[in-house]
């Protein structure tokens, strides 16, 4: 059985934190993540570590149970070796081998269930990049192929051939950078600095028997003549059993216990890094890594699986004080209340969009600038009748972009008419908030829409109007001020947004992101609630001015004399530039649709 599609404002699949798939017959198998946020950090000293976008990496090394589960669901033949025989025989090895080809099973060593919560042992990264393919395609059971462990984050052509880590991507192996920076940066800020060992710690740790103090881990201590914290028969610990020496992030076990794979490559071999049980304490300090060939399965392998960071919610704001009065500008009188989108619609979630309705793309819902240009978050892969489509990894929380004015209000359809999936119809795209008769002929909004693009004033009045009542006034700027905001980096100073200062510091990100992550002005919302209304991308409103439709907010391009209130554009509705987002609405008060990956 397959992953099913991500939904918005459906039942919520995966808990904060935790992904979980599962697949018929068998055991589910339980990711617990730990993110790792800070994007943009600085490198360490020793060049390692600088991070652009935010990821998740799972907080524990794969356990023995979870590679039963995944032997289990692909290896009955077992075609391309998943399984060694050292680990039903050897040190640390946990996992027992039945049966014969076709008919193989596994379980845990001599049937002792204490292996299965210990990590996976005697693995190459052959073999770790066949786990992550399996993850992404949602732990499908059957025959090593394109549909289990031959494709999906990675594409294999042969037993040890394999390319480079997909652009769709959902789960994989955990570069050297992304290992490195959740094991030993300090967090908090984007010059925090790194630890020495990823106990967050500068002191060599100890190797006490688990829990351990503040500082420990499983590493032969050989200053003192150790051979381990735990020795025979087991040599590793249960993952996590370090329970008061996480990493900043709070991962476990990256120093010591088992090395681990990462997906980096050095001179045809592969990067381990955190040392093992075996090894002394000089192993595991940020400084030390080790390269192997890519066959190597050690009884002191194992490794860590990475994913894209979870997306953002459709989360809203209300606004209320209905029966407010204009601005002098003549915009923001609103007669009811209602609840606008607290953020620009995101790259992940027009992704979510694409799948579930543009598998043909009758309306060219998708403009290809997504995929090739820097500030795009979307790649397309197949052919018209299977497209398929994926986030960008370093734009899972960034707005969409590359979006007409028509395909805001498909948009809004496919929300109104609760996320179908199939072709792009009257049941999908083509009506519900809005009723089409063509691919650029549409209706004004129905009346029972449930949601919709905001309209000019609307969406004025969410980011302008100060609320408190009917006469509160209104602000110059969508930050709560009349003050032209500055173009610091997120999270800001409480009056900041991401526009270009003319002869001053210039873009706020520049090449090749541009955009920030929604919402990353943590410290500048609107009166209400909202987030980037001034600056980030321009904002499609559902307003006519003479056939051209009007945006608000300026953006990443701009300066602020293009956030101010007093400043509105006017654009053919079909116009697709790079800096061109949108939000939606809907009546007030309704709650929350959570964005599910």
């Known amino acids: 059985m397959q992953r099913q599609l991500a939904r918005i404002g459906m039942v919520v699949l995966a808990a904060i934190g935790t992904m979980v798939w599962c697949h018929d017959g068998l055991a589910e198998v339980t990711i617990d993540w730990a993110t790792v946020d800070d994007a943009g950090n600085s490198a360490d000293g020793t060049g390692y570590g600088a991070l652009a976008y935010e990821y998740r990496i799972s907080k524990y090394e794969v356990s023995n149970g979870q590679y039963i589960e995944f032997l289990n669901a692909v290896a009955a033949t077992d075609t391309y070796n998943l399984y060694n025989t050292s680990m039903g025989s050897d040190l640390a090895g946990g996992i027992a081998r039945s049966g014969s080809p076709g008919s193989y099973t596994y379980s845990a060593r001599d049937g002792d269930t ?29 025959a090593q192929n394109s549909s289990t462990t031959e494709d999906g984050a990675y594409t294999f052509s042969g037993e040890t051939t394999v390319g480079a880590r997909n652009a769709g991507a959902r789960v994989w192996l955990a570069n050297e950078n992304e290992w490195y920076k959740a094991a030993y940066y300090k967090g908090g800020g984007t010059s925090a600095g790194y630890w020495d060992y990823p106990m967050q710690s500068d002191a060599v740790p100890t190797n006490d028997a688990p829990p351990g103090g503040a500082n420990s881990a499983n590493f032969a201590d050989v200053l003192t003549g ?165 986030v960008k990894v370093t734009h899972i929380n960034r707005p969409a972009t590359h979006v007409s004015w028509y395909d805001c209000l498909r948009f ?6 609760e996320q179908p999936t199939g072709a792009q119809d009257s049941t999908t795209t083509e009506d519900g908030a809005y009723t089409f008769s063509g ?55 409480g009056n900041s947004a991401n526009c270009a200062i003319p ?83 809907q009546p007030g008060s309704i709650g929350t649709m959570f964005m599910v990956r």
């Open 114 to 142: 204490n292996w299965l919560s210990r990590p996976v042992s005697h693995v190459s990264w052959y073999d770790c990049l066949r786990f992550a393919n399996w993850l992404h395609n949602g732990q499908p059971t059957g």
């Open 226 to 390: 150790g051979t381990g914290a735990v020795g025979a028969p087991y040599y590793t610990t249960v993952i996590g059993a370090y329970s008061s020496s996480p990493s900043a992030y709070g991962t476990f076990d990256q120093g010591g216990n088992q090395w681990e794979w990462t997906e980096t490559d050095d001179g045809g071999n592969k990067v381990q890094r955190g040392g093992s049980w075996y090894n002394d304490e000089t192993l595991i300090v940020s400084s030390f890594r080790l390269v192997y060939g890519p066959a190597d399965e050690l009884n002191i392998r194992c490794f860590r699986v990475a994913a894209l960071a979870e997306a953002t919610e459709l989360e809203w704001v209300t606004v209320g004080d209905p029966g407010n009065n204009d601005d002098g500008t003549g915009y923001g009188a609103v007669g009811y209340t209602y609840q606008i989108g607290k953020y620009e619609v995101t790259c992940s979630q027009y992704a979510d969009f694409l799948n579930a309705v543009a598998a043909t793309d009758t309306y060219n819902l998708y403009n290809t600038g997504m995929g090739s240009e820097d500030i795009g978050g979307i790649t397309r892969s197949g052919s018209a009748g299977s497209y398929t489509y994926a």
């Open 412 to 417: 809004a359809n496919w929300l109104h008419n």
């Open 439 to 493: 691919e650029t002929t549409v209706g004004a909004r129905n009346s029972g829409a449930r949601v919709w693009l905001a309209n000019e004033d609307e969406w004025y009045k969410a980011a302008y109007y100060k609320g408190g009542g009917t006469s509160a006034g209104y602000w110059d700027y969508p930050t709560g001020s009349d003050t032209a905001p500055t173009n610091d980096l997120p999270p800001g100073s």
């Open 503 to 585: 002869n001053a510091s210039g873009y706020v990100l520049g090449p090749p992101y541009y955009t920030t992550d929604v919402g990353a002005y943590t410290t500048s919302p609107s009166p209400y609630g909202t987030f980037d209304q001034g600056g980030n991308q321009w904002e499609w409103t559902e307003t006519d001015d003479g056939g051209s439709k009007v945006q608000r907010g300026g953006g990443w391009y701009n300066d602020t004399t293009f956030i101010v209130s007093s400043f509105r554009l006017v654009y053919g509705p079909a116009d697709e530039a790079n800096l061109r987002g949108f939000r939606v609405a």
